[in-house]
């Protein structure tokens, strides 16, 4: 049951993140575009993908704002190396491909990649009472 639920949040983290860069990609389409399109998609499915996790995943309750900052941060910390991963993979497809919809596709797979070991790391060192 947790597996189909986290795999159906991580869905929904990544159709966010893939469409905020398509926004940002529609509404600025200048210089380091896709760069920045990127890192649009990644801080807002870094929010959302947290708030999903603490509540439906881990059901994990700060016990305040501070603690809550503090576990956000730690949260962010361990996905460091799964959103190098997924932008690795994203911009591979990007160059390799050198298609817009390849760019995303290579994203969605480097977002799974990467969202499969940040359950692992945030399991055991995030989400722990």
Do not use: C
Not at 36 to 59: A, P
Request: hydrophobic share 55%; proline share 1%; no cysteine.
């Amino acid at each position: 049951m947790i597996l189909t639920l986290y795999a159906l949040l991580a869905v929904l983290a990544t159709a966010v993140n893939i469409g905020s860069q398509y926004v940002m990609i529609w509404l600025y389409a200048g210089a380091y575009a896709i760069p920045i399109s990127i890192f649009v998609g990644t801080l807002v499915g870094l929010v959302l993908k947290y708030f999903l996790d603490k509540k439906y995943i881990f059901k994990f309750r700060a016990n305040n704002m501070s603690h809550d900052g503090k576990v956000f941060v730690l949260y962010t910390a361990m996905g460091v190396a799964t959103t190098f991963v997924f932008w690795g993979v994203e911009y591979a497809f990007h160059w390799y491909f050198a298609s817009e919809l390849m760019r995303y596709v290579g994203g969605v797979i480097g977002l799974a990649i990467g969202y499969v070991i940040k359950y692992f790391l945030d399991k055991r060192y995030v989400f722990v009472s």
